[in-house]
């Protein structure tokens, strides 16, 4: 179960990560490099530049790798979806995900409230990002609250496995979100030619330099708002299953 006042697909079970995109936007919380009074400032000091490190880090491998994105096939997809939807895509791939749209409009991200989180809030604040802090255990009513509150005007993004497992699993909370907004879930297949695979739970890709790097766009999936929980759980294998389909393919693609 979640903590108590907190949506249920929240809960622990539950745990995912957001992106989500708005224009007009306006300020969710505080600038992320705003000084916050609940860390030393040795710590805050260490955070910003490890942020500031990290951001430039993705940009350095990022500019070294070449992107084959069909803008067709997104424009496509964007238009079946009725110029919005809640974009799936795993979490191995933030990297070169987060490089690629790092010039789309400004994109917010869910991250978590602990301190692991911090380092990655300032990262992607560095590449242009802004960000919503919540997860299952801190914060994470207020956050999804928010999600709900902007999707009218938005254009939102999700690694369903993450953040902390397990790997290709698509959670639920997704599915919920696209009953609550009516937006469509639309898979995004991410591959590299050649990388480095860290020994994390997702398995975290590193593009290696002069690489290559595909993008994709699969169908808006439609979830109805009346379904049953057994209905919501095949659909959910479904859009599992999709996924990994997208991604077997776009690999086979991407590695000959």
Known sequence: MGTQGEPQFLSKRHELTITCTQRPITPLLPHPMTPSPHRPVRQRLWFALAGFLGSWLVRLVGCTVRVISRPDNRRKTVAAGGGRGIYLFWHRMILITAYHHRKMPIIRVLISQHADGEYIARAIHWLGYGTVRGSSTRGGAQAIAEMLRIAPQSILAITPDGPRGPRHTLKLGPLYLSQKTGLPLIP???????????????????????SRAIVRYGDPIHVPPDLSDDELEQLRQRVERTMCRLYDALDRECHR
């Open 188 to 210: 995004v297949a991410v591959s590299v030619s050649r990388f480095w695979e860290l020994p994390s739970w997702d398995r975290f890709q590193i593009p290696k330099p002069c």
